[in-house]
């Protein structure tokens, strides 16, 4: 039999079947999904947060597989509706744990794929307060005044107590905190350069003395020494100090640090020695 040019080419029956198995099957993997989801809820109701972490996982793996497959695109909305919920309710149960930049991470998720998510969005900013990143804290709870945030989670917020009014008192709270944390960041700058300063000075000393023992070395001679190369008009560079010393150059470039260090520390507080730092 012969078919004209312009007319449809008959499709075999193999050939339908394994067009048809390209195409996921959305009602099988989405009863796996549904079955690993309300495990997860009902281990998370009983505070069994790990369980809960795992069940939902399973279900994240599930869904995996299926990503770059066709489907339908009433099917790609419902894998991204689980998407979100299961990325959204780990960032819940993580966030329970006190796992908090986990938790954000998790909450990042779902938010890429549902900018819109209130849950999501809700659960994220008390993350970031708990992790005192306020400027990050105040834009969640923007995100949750958008209008399309309201239109679709109005009543869910409002059940929630997350009214805008009440949403716009928290911003404002958070205004405030970050104030108050950036002026007592400014008053204690000096006092917290000087900590941060003498923890990076003894951990210096610490190196310096392991590198002596190490090699037999008398620190005390050494730093006499070492306070007298650095300061000759050829100075002194590492690969010098590690063939005058037999050592390495890690080892050399500690005993170089340390030596001119202690110099400057000399020359602020007036020591003429070595001996005192």
């Known amino acids: 039999m012969q078919y004209r040019a312009d007319s449809p080419c008959p499709v075999s029956f193999a050939q339908k079947m ?32 790990t369980e809960a972490l795992a069940a939902w996982q399973l279900g994240l793996d599930a869904l995996a597989q299926a990503e770059g497959k066709p489907m339908r695109a009433a099917d790609v909305l419902t894998v991204q509706r689980s998407l979100v919920t299961l990325r959204s309710n780990r960032g819940q149960a993580l966030l329970s744990m006190e796992f908090y930049r986990r938790a954000v991470t998790e909450l990042d998720e779902a938010l890429s794929i549902d900018p819109t998510n209130a849950k999501a969005l809700w659960r994220r900013h008390q993350c970031h307060k708990h ?14 005044l958008v209008p399309e945030v309201r239109e679709a989670a109005g009543p869910l917020l409002a059940s929630a107590g997350l009214e805008a009014e009440k949403l716009e008192k928290l911003r404002e709270e958070l205004r405030e905190k970050k104030l ?41 001679e050494l730093s006499s020494e070492l306070a007298d190369m650095i300061t000759r008009p050829e100075g002194m560079t590492v690969q010098l100090l590690a063939a005058t010393y037999q050592i390495d150059d890690d080892d050399a470039a500690v005993l170089l640090k340390w030596a001119r260090a202690a110099c400057q520390m000399r020359d602020v507080l007036g020591y003429q020695s070595m001996d005192a730092i």
């Open 18 to 49: 394994a067009d048809e198995e390209l195409v996921v099957n959305c009602e099988h993997l989405m009863a796996h999904v549904d079955e690993q989801r309300e495990a997860g809820n009902a281990a998370f109701k009983k505070r069994e947060y």
């Open 131 to 144: 992790l005192k990143a306020w400027t990050a804290a105040e834009a969640d709870l923007e995100a949750m």
């Open 180 to 220: 108050e944390e950036d002026r007592i960041a400014e008053e204690t700058f000096e006092e917290r350069a000087e900590q941060a300063a003498a923890k990076g000075v003894e951990e210096l000393r610490h190196q310096f003395e392991m590198v002596t023992r190490r090699h037999g070395l008398r620190g005390d």
